[in-house]
């Protein structure tokens, strides 16, 4: 079992996992920013994003949150790999960026690939809450839009059927 400390929080870790829990070594201010990054983490990993190290338990209100331990990157590997892929906005705005400070211990290796270990700042959350509610609200306008479409050639099938029945002689002109 290891310790590793950072900022605002601690972690142990086992051979498989890692426990993050809030410090208070660097006072109260971080114990809380320990807690929020904790809830972050958390809220980050319902997007199921595979540039993230995955989270497979947490305690409301950021107490503890638990994650798949992964390989550490050594100099040369974080020092070549292409991290664009964290941060592709506003490049291609249809990814958001991850945030992840740009240093090697926020990084782990994770099933051969590399991802963020350290994701619980608050930067661009919005943004990425933004491209679920706005994806929601896109299905609910298609929805939508599917069911007038649908109610317009209904009547109008109808309509037709019915005048067809009224004088079916029209059908011999
Ligand atoms: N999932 C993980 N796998 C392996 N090591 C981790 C993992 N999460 C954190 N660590 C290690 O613990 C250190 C502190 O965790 P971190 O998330 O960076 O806390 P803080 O938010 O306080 O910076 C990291 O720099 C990293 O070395
Ligand atoms: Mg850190």
């Not at 086992?14 to 320990?34: D, E, H, I, S, V």
């Not at 990054?37 to 997007?47: F, G, P, T, V």
């Not at 991850?98 to 926020?106: A, L, M, R, T």
Request: net charge positive; proline share 4%; aromatic share 16%.
């Amino acid at each position: 079992m290891i310790i590793k400390y950072g900022c605002s929080r601690f972690v142990i870790l086992t051979k498989k996992y890692a426990f993050k829990f809030p410090q208070f070594q660097y006072g109260w201010r971080n114990f809380l920013l320990g807690l929020l990054h904790n809830m972050q983490e958390s809220k980050w990993n319902k997007l199921k994003d595979e540039r993230l190290c995955p989270i497979v338990f947490y305690l409301p209100g950021g107490w503890l949150t638990v994650m798949i331990k992964c390989r550490e990157l050594t100099r040369k590997e974080f020092l070549t790999f292409d991290r664009n892929i964290f941060y592709p906005y506003p490049e291609d705005i249809s990814r958001f960026n991850i945030p992840v400070e740009d240093k090697e211990d926020s990084f782990g290796w994770y099933r051969n690939k590399i991802v963020a270990v350290d994701y619980g700042s608050w930067h661009d959350l919005f943004k990425a809450k933004w491209k679920i509610i706005n994806k929601n609200v896109l299905v609910k306008i298609l929805f939508h839009k599917a069911k007038k479409v649908i109610n317009k050639w209904s009547s109008l099938i109808f309509r037709h059927i019915c005048q067809n029945i009224k004088n079916p002689e029209s059908k011999m002109d």
